[in-house]
C-alpha cells in the first residue's frame, strides 16, 4: 500500500509570510497527526485529526498556525505569519489501530 | 505530562560492535512504546512495536526491551554495520493513541 505523502518535501521563506503543508494519509486511515521536529529534538505532536474532527490541539500556536481536515482524508497545516523559530521539518502521520505511519516530512527554513 | 529522554544523545562507535540505545519515560501508564529510525532529510521509520504486556521484541539484529514499571527501554543492535547510521527515537504511546518522543540517539558507525 502507498505510504503517507507530502508536500512541497522543502520550502524557504522568509519571516512574515505564510506557507502551507499538504498531507494524504494513508488509504482507510481514521486518524492523522502532524509534528513539528526541530533539529536536533524528538517530534513534538501539533494536532491530531479523527476523520476531520479535531481530538488534541493543544500545543498548535493558535495565533499563527492553522490546520484543517476536510472530508476526513487529506489535511493541510497553515502557518500565517511564519517566525524564525518556525524553521523545522513537518511530518505528517496516519494510523488505523495503534501504529502510527510517517511520511517523509516538508522541512521548512524562515529566514 | 509523560516525559521521554533518550541516554546517549549522540553515540559513535566501530563497525562490529554490540551497542544498547536507553529510553525511560516517567509516566508507566502506557499503552506501547516504539522504536524508529531516521535517516538525515527522511522520515520516520519504524523498527520495534512493544506492548504494554510483553516484555521484548526482536527483528533481526534489534531487540527491544520493555520494563513499564520502572519507565525504561533499551534497543540492542548485534553487530553494528556502518549502514546502521542513523537517529534512533523512543516513543511511548498513551491510551488516547497519542505519541510522546525521545530527543534521539544519533548513532555513527565507524568502517
Known amino acids: 500500500e502507498a505510504g503517507v505523502a507530502q508536500s512541497p518535501r522543502y520550502k524557504i521563506i522568509e519571516k512574515r509570510q505564510s506557507v502551507a503543508f499538504w498531507c494524504n494519509p494513508i488509504?482507510?486511515?481514521?486518524?492523522l497527526y502532524w509534528y513539528q521536529q526541530i533539529l536536533g529534538q524528538g517530534p513534538k505532536l501539533l494536532i491530531q485529526?479523527?476523520?476531520?474532527?479535531?481530538?488534541?490541539d493543544s500545543q498548535l500556536p493558535k495565533d499563527r498556525f492553522s490546520a484543517e481536515r476536510l472530508k476526513g482524508v487529506d489535511s493541510t497545516l497553515k502557518i500565517q505569519p511564519a517566525k524564525l523559530e518556525d524553521s523545522a521539518v513537518y511530518l505528517c502521520?496516519?494510523?488505523?489501530?495503534?501504529?502510527?505511519?510517517f511520511g517523509p516530512g516538508t522541512r521548512l527554513t524562515v529566514l | 505530562k509523560q516525559e521521554v529522554t533518550q541516554i546517549p544523545a549522540a553515540l559513535s562507535v566501530p563497525e562490529g560492535e554490540n551497542l544498547v540505545l536507553n529510553c525511560s519515560f516517567t509516566?508507566?501508564?502506557?499503552?506501547?512504546l516504539q522504536w524508529f529510525r531516521q535517516d538525515p532529510g527522511k522520515g520516520l521509520t519504524s523498527l520495534l512495536l512493544?506492548?504494554?504486556?510483553?516484555r521484548e521484541q526482536t527483528s533481526g539484529r534489534l531487540n527491544a526491551s520493555l520494563d513499564k514499571s520502572s519507565g525504561r527501554s533499551t534497543l540492542y543492535i548485534a553487530a553494528s554495520q556502518p549502514g546502521d547510521s542513523a537517529t534512533y527515537l523512543c516513543?511511548?504511546?498513551?491510551?488516547?493513541?497519542?505519541?510522546?518522543f525521545g530527543g534521539g540517539t544519533r548513532l555513527m558507525v565507524k568502517p
Open positions: 502521520a496516519s494510523s488505523r489501530e495503534n501504529e502510527q505511519f
Open positions: 488509504s482507510g486511515h481514521a486518524t
Open positions: 485529526f479523527q476523520n476531520n474532527g479535531v481530538v488534541d
Open positions: 509516566d508507566s501508564a502506557i499503552y506501547n
Open positions: 512493544i506492548q504494554s504486556s510483553q
Open positions: 516513543a511511548v504511546r498513551d491510551a488516547g493513541n497519542m505519541l510522546t
